[in-house]
């Protein structure tokens, strides 16, 4: 569930991103921490006054407004913590983000990318069964690319989240890191495409945007399983996948998912047609 609303009140620290995702609410006695998907923490030390109260959207809270020292809101809830002792925000520790750890690809955020290398440590990624949702997630492959740009990149090129990165042709490498850089660079305040729209309709083909948690890093992932179809393995025929005949070849799985991509497309256009 995104986050519509941040409000710590006296917190000097980071906050979450508008649209980020609670991925984690840790409880240990009074002490209360809530994890977000782009890594902030917010934590708070109810001792003995505090208090977290859940609202309905409009509903009329149990406390004062002045004594709230943190509000959330997500699409239907209210979380407000009252008279808490400490409140607090932080990032989480990313070793991968450190400049000196070693191994961070280079950031795709600034206009002086090399995008050619961005390229290649696609096409040569060292676990070629792996999912290429995650691998953008790699700051070793590609840096400075943020959840926000690596759903939206994905939905720009049409490419299933799910699709092995062994799958992807030279030209696929190429237009994704073009993508993601054109889309880390907009503004931050551009409108979001599938980004925290799980539940909505696709701009492009009318079809229910998804949302799901992905990767060892938990992040969230947004996307329309309609119009993002192109080399989902999970699509695939299964006799193809399982039968005497695998394919491997980048251009036989290109062809067969672009296929089951356009039996779909004329299926909405007739469809359209029928009901329109
Ligand atoms: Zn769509």
Redesign the pocket.
Known sequence: MSTLRFDAMSTIGPAPLEQSVIEKVICRGRHIDIQWDDGIILSTSLRFTGQWHLYRVGEQWRKETHRARVVIEVSDWVAVCFDAAVVETFRVPDRGRHPQSGGVGPNISQVRCDMAVCTRNLLQYHDQSAMVVDVLADESVISGLGNVARSETL?AVGLSPFAKIGDLSYEDCETLVETAARISRLPHDSSSSVYGRNGHR?H????T?ECKVQGVQRRAIFW?P???QRLDRRLLPTDLIQGDHTPTHPAELLFISDAIAARKKSQIINDVRDFG
């Open positions: 939905w696709c492009r083909c009318h079809g945007i329309c309609d119009c993002q």
